[in-house]
């Protein structure tokens, strides 16, 4: 699949009908959410609450929205627009670096799903025979922190490799030589659209080569309103969609497709059940310790100028 912030602009306004109009429930309190992106499989456990009435339920008429700028939704959640966001586990450290009065009050997605590809083809079969070659960006600070800690497992720097912004253009840089790596693809959308143009990639995972393990896609809401009751309502519901989901993961699917024809395509199939075991089983449960070992990394990295206190950029709500 293209890289999802690539593509925004092309595909925001073909989901914006089906976002425009959010299914509602019938009646309950109004509960604004906005999305990292256009709507996509990493959204599973939020539609499937939807569709088996989970929100309703809980007495919540919920609104999924979709970004014109995927920068915008944790600054609006910060200036009080809106009630929760997706993010992502690195930016919240930078929001907070910010000021930024944001809080993680919830997790979607608990694994990570960012990885280094190279192409078969190119003969890379190790980090240490990137030596001397180039690598594809999108987003410096975070992109070039990682690469140079999983150079560094291999016993190289980021002198060794010449850094390059594709733009987001990530498998096509891939596919056209223009680089010989790229970070920043996500292992269930890119690589399998490697796959899917006959390319044989060659996939690197962060946390095997020296990057702590992070969540990928986080629930925050603005500081002030960590004790909003509806937020553990939602949560609630949320996981009722995860645990539906992933024992009726067809039926779910077979759901989204006709909510959304223009992603029933064979890319968004296959990503749709590989992304299943990396759904967070339970939306509340926040592993400090993790969060606290990344927070060491951002500040080893000078991505950060000081390292925050957990309490004031994430809190686990009760159940």
């Known amino acids: 699949m293209p890289n999802r912030r690539r593509f925004l602009a092309l595909l925001v306004t073909a989901c914006a009908a089906s976002l425009a109009a959010p299914r509602r429930a019938r009646a309950g309190e109004k509960l604004t959410v906005l999305l990292d992106w256009f709507v996509n499989p990493d959204h599973a456990p939020l539609l499937a609450a939807q569709y088996i009435g ?11 929205i979709a970004p014109a700028d995927p920068s915008l939704p944790p600054r609006q959640i910060a200036a009080g627009q809106g009630d929760l966001a997706l993010c992502y586990q690195p930016q919240l450290y930078l929001f907070a670096d910010q000021g930024l009065p944001v809080l993680r ?9 960012n990885c280094l590809v190279a192409l078969k083809a190119s ?3 190790s980090l240490a025979d990137l030596k001397g070659r180039k690598i594809g960006y999108s987003v410096g600070g975070v992109d070039e922190a990682l690469i140079g800690a999983m150079l560094g497992s291999a016993g190289l720097t980021l002198a060794d490799v010449t850094m390059v912004n594709v733009n987001f253009q990530l498998v096509t840089a891939l596919m056209s030589r223009q680089v010989d790596a ?25 946390e095997d080569h020296g990057v702590p393990m992070t969540d990928e896609l986080l629930l925050i809401a603005n500081r002030n309103r960590r004790d909003d009751p509806r937020l553990p309502r939602f949560l609630n519901a949320v996981q ?10 067809q039926e779910m699917w077979e759901r ?31 592993d400090a310790h993790r969060y606290d070992v990344f927070a060491d990394f951002m500040l080893a990295h000078h991505l950060i100028r000081s390292k925050p206190k957990l309490a004031d950029y994430a809190v686990q709500l009760p159940e």
């Open 240 to 249: 009722k969609g995860v645990i539906y989901l992933l024992d009726h993961p």
């Open 54 to 64: 989970a929100y309703q339920e809980a007495g919540l008429d919920v609104s999924f």
């Open 123 to 125: 003969g890379i079969k």
């Open 105 to 113: 009050v919830g997790t979607l997605i608990d694994m990570p799903l």
């Open 256 to 286: 989204f497709a006709k909510e959304h024809p223009d992603l029933d395509n064979t890319l968004n199939r296959t990503a749709w059940f590989e992304t299943l075991p990396r759904f967070a089983k339970n939306p509340f449960l926040l």
């Open 182 to 206: 790229v970070i920043g693809a996500y292992r269930n959308f890119e690589v399998n659209e490697l796959k899917e143009k006959h390319q044989d990639p060659v996939v690197f995972y962060p």
